[in-house]
């Protein structure tokens, strides 16, 4: 092999090593970035025995969800609904509701 080969074999190897670094790089700041929490959306909380579900500020109730009876629900459940359970988006809501029972 002449230095000719030797060489443009080791620019390639660099250069395929550099291209993965840069591919793990991006991944692992892809995953992170991934692993932050959404800020809440909306608050679920109980309002006359029922799960209701407020926006952020505590404004509303949006939506009240008559068919759950929160005296029904465990203890722990019972009293996250009584401080506000945050709420993301739909799909976290209706896992909740689905949880409650509804």
Not at 30 to 50: M, S, T, V
Request: charged share 20%; glycine share 10%.
């Amino acid at each position: 092999m002449g230095n000719a080969q030797k060489s443009a074999k080791y620019l390639y190897l660099s250069l395929l090593g550099a291209l993965a670094v840069l591919c793990i790089a991006a991944g692992i700041w892809w995953f992170i970035r991934g692993q932050q929490p959404a800020e809440p959306q909306y608050l679920l909380k109980d309002n006359g025995g029922h799960p209701a579900l407020y926006t952020i500020d505590g404004s509303g109730p949006l939506a009240r969800y008559d068919e759950i009876y929160t005296r029904l629900l465990p203890e722990g459940d019972a009293l996250a609904l009584q401080q506000g359970v945050p709420i993301t988006d739909e799909r976290e809501l209706q896992k909740r509701l689905e949880d409650y029972g509804l």
